[in-house]
């Protein structure tokens, strides 16, 4: 029998659950008109991000599956939760179903992101702008909500869009 508490090659996913788990209840926090604390979530989210492939590389455990995992998290988490946070708070009031509208392109963008990043797999560079850093700006954005003119996130969520299904190639880090 095995002493270990739990398998050293679940670790990773644990973070990357975390993350997903942020993103959800980022979602559920603006649904409640909490809009602060959920995009402190989703900021929370990319950090739970950076650190699931720093421990799968440190533990030497990555796997298909954590890859995966890793996308479809992301997708909520930088994706869906930072567009409907956007919408609700501040482009549902401005712009209607156009503001709607350019939350949905910006989650689908996301996901073409995704899809085409777990495809390519290069690993020099990115090819766009990655969805963690255009969810995360608009999350980091949102909040200065009360500070920042409401056209900037109008001009922003679909400027990003763009910028993830770019062919831009942007540095590692």
Known sequence: MNNNP????????????ANLLFGFL???LTMEGKYQ???GLIL???????MDGKVARKLSVS????????????????????AILTYRSILQDQLGYWGLV????????GA????????LHISDYFVGVPITFAGGFMALILLFHGMLPWLIYAVLIPVLAFL????FKVPKM
């Open 112 to 119: 073409i992101r995704l899809a085409r990043f777990n495809v």
């Open 63 to 82: 796997s298909d599956f954590g890859y995966e995992l890793d996308s479809l998290s992301d997708l909520v988490s930088f994706g869906v939760a930072p």
């Open 102 to 109: 350019f939350a949905a392109i910006f989650a689908l963008c």
């Open 164 to 167: 993830m299904v770019s062919t």
């Open 44 to 50: 929370l989210s990319t950090l739970m991000d950076g």
């Open 26 to 28: 980022a979602l559920a």
């Open 37 to 39: 604390l959920a995009a």
């Open 6 to 17: 739990i398998n050293i090659r679940v670790i990773p996913s644990l973070f990357t659950l």
